[in-house]
């Protein structure tokens, strides 16, 4: 399952990347995304065509929660040096 928060869309940049903008303002504590897809180890995980290894997020010591294809506009969450947003895995 995967669900992106209205306020949010999945926008390509110049640099021929996408991620995740917020279209208005939202407030503080508001739950933005939840993710879907398969928990693989790191052996695993270098088996996956290249779109999913990127897209896929370590959630513990030697397990990555790699998503499902065709990819979700909610897979496209991006670091930040200057973020505004955390993440938790509960």
């Given at each position: 399952?995967?669900?992106?928060h209205p306020s949010l869309e999945k926008r390509e940049r110049a640099t021929g990347s996408?991620?995740?903008?917020?279209?208005r303002a939202i407030e503080s504590g508001t739950l933005l995304c939840v993710w879907g897809g398969r928990a693989v180890t790191s052996e695993q995980l270098q088996?996956?065509?290249?779109?999913?290894?990127?897209h896929s997020i370590q959630v513990h010591w030697d397990l990555?929660?790699?998503?499902?294809?065709?990819?979700?506009?909610?897979?496209?969450?991006?670091?930040?040096?200057?973020?505004?947003?955390g993440f938790s895995c509960s």
């Open positions: 399952m995967h669900w992106l996408a991620g995740i903008f917020a279209v088996l996956l065509g290249e779109a999913r290894r990127t990555y929660l790699a998503p499902d294809e065709p990819l979700h506009p909610a897979d496209y969450f991006n670091h930040s040096c200057a973020p505004n947003a």
